[in-house]
């Protein structure tokens, strides 16, 4: 059983890479193997919509850090994704590699059946995350994976609120919403 966890915040080290691993500590304590990858200090270019990809070798034109990540994809039962929240929504990176995977898409939905989980971090209480949570299911859905939310608090899986890195130790609700999901995510991966 393998966890990915992408932190999609282009802030090394900040509120949306805590929550991340939080949940994958849940996961690794489990049992499960994990691998956590930011995008911060990744070169993700943005689909022009070429279309190389629907074409054999199904190729991208980019030749970036987006492929290792496509093979994390792959091998994982599910994916966690954590995002900050700007202006309502995911920044722009981790938008750029959501449309990246339209090549996993195309060829053959390589994404269908993992199970999936949204974390979304704002600086304000009201900021937007459930939008963000509601982009990374979107997401998710159009690659065939099995959402899930969090369990017992269920809602839409980890939210919380920080501004400055490290904020979100303090936010009880953003940590314990984020374990939440991770346990969710193990019941339904075992369940899979
Ligand atoms: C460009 C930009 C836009 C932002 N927009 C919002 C927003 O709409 N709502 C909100 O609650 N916080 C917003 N924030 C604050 C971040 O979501 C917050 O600082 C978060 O902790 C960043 O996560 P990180 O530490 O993982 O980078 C914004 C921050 C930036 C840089």
């Known amino acids: 059983m393998k966890v990915l966890g992408i932190s999609g915040s282009p ?12 949940a994958l500590n849940i996961c690794s304590q489990n049992g499960s193997d994990t691998c956590f990858i930011s995008l911060a200090d990744k070169e993700i270019n ?9 074409k054999p070798p199904y190729k991208c034109v980019h030749n970036d850090d987006a492929t290792e990540i496509f093979e994390e994809m792959k091998s994982a039962d599910a994916i966690i994704i954590g995002s900050p929240t700007y202006f309502s929504s995911v920044p722009g990176k981790l938008k750029s590699l959501f449309d990246r995977t339209l090549r996993l898409r195309i060829d053959n939905y390589r994404l269908s059946g993992k199970v999936g989980g949204a974390i979304a971090v704002g600086g304000s209480r009201n900021g937007g995350q459930e939008f963000v949570c509601r982009d990374i299911h979107n997401w998710m859905l159009i690659h065939e994976m099995i959402i899930v939310s969090d369990k017992k608090t269920a809602h839409f899986g980890g939210i919380g609120v920080g501004r400055n890195p490290g904020d979100i130790l303090q936010d009880e609700t953003g940590i314990n919403t984020t374990e939440n999901l991770a346990k969710r995510i193990l019941e339904i991966i075992k369940k899979n």
Do not use: M, S
Request: charged share 20%; aromatic share 10%.
């Open 46 to 54: 943005y689909c022009t919509a070429c279309y190389t990809c629907k």
């Open 11 to 22: 802030r090394a080290g900040g509120n949306t890479e805590i929550l991340v691993k939080t």
